[in-house]
T-cell receptor
Framework: GQNIDQPTEMTATEGAIVQINCTYQ??????LFWYQQHAGEAPTFLSY??LDGLEEKGRFSSFLSRSKGYSYLLLKELQMKDSASYLC??????????WGAGTKLIIKP | ETGVTQTPRHLVMGMTNKKSLKCEQH?????MYWYKQSAKKPLELMFV???????ENNSVPSRFSPECPNSSHLFLHLHTLQPEDSALYLC?????FGSGANVLTFGAGSRLTVL
């Protein structure tokens, strides 16, 4: 079966750095997405990786290793507004999006 | 308006009621989706429409009935629901269906409670 694993919840301190991991086992691979979802709001797109390596976008970076079935989202200089759920999703060989259950990130002052 | 708009934002219904969820997008996208989001579970894809044709129906019970009258509007008709259907129902759209960097734009969701 197809599976995406990510931690259920993480806690970090304002101003610090946090890494949210995502491992996947899917039928083929056509890219990996990260979305952010604040409580009661729509998920919003953060990043898309299809090749190995690190993609940096301001305070947020996303890393992919296809051989290891692994990605992480790195958030630097954490702000209180970064408190949200972070959803990992993989596009499989049939272009179906397989979703993880999301990681709830709690930022403390 | 821009983006994806869903109405109503909150809905409480009895098991014998009939109601509808509405989704509207003004992005010029060709694909629209219905997802179910339950606490601590992955998003569940329910239906996909591409160019107003249904392309995916992931074994969803017949008490959920989608309708896509045009490329900007999507409905989810609900009837004789069960309490376990209580969840957040998210609508999304994307430029196309079945391609690589296919970024979804989501609406804020309709929170459904079935009594």
């Amino acid at each position: 079966g197809q599976n995406i694993d990510q931690p259920t919840e993480m806690t970090a301190t304002e101003g610090a750095i946090v890494q949210i991991n995502c491992t996947y086992q899917t039928s083929g691979f056509n890219g990996l997405f990260w979305y952010q979802q604040h409580a009661g709001e729509a998920p919003t797109f953060l990043s898309y990786n299809v090749l190995d390596g690190l993609e940096e976008k301001g305070r947020f970076s996303s890393f992919l290793s296809r051989s290891k079935g692994y990605s992480y989202l790195l958030l630097k200089e954490l702000q209180m507004k970064d408190s949200a759920s972070y959803l990992c999703a993989v596009l499989d060989s049939n272009y179906q999006l397989i979703w993880g259950a999301g990681t709830k990130l709690i930022i403390k002052p | 308006e821009t983006g994806v708009t869903q109405t109503p934002r909150h809905l409480v219904m009895g098991m014998t009621n009939k109601k509808s969820l509405k989704c509207e997008q003004h992005l010029g996208h060709n694909a629209m989706y219905w997802y179910k989001q339950s606490a601590k579970k992955p998003l569940e894809l329910m239906f996909v429409y591409s160019l107003e044709e249904r392309v995916e129906n992931n074994s969803v019970p017949s008490r959920f009935s989608p309708e896509c009258p045009n490329s900007s509007h999507l409905f989810l008709h609900l009837h004789t629901l069960q309490p376990e259907d209580s969840a957040l129902y998210l609508c999304a759209s994307s430029q196309d269906f079945g391609s690589g960097a296919n970024v979804l734009t989501f609406g804020a969701g309709s929170r459904l409670t079935v009594l």
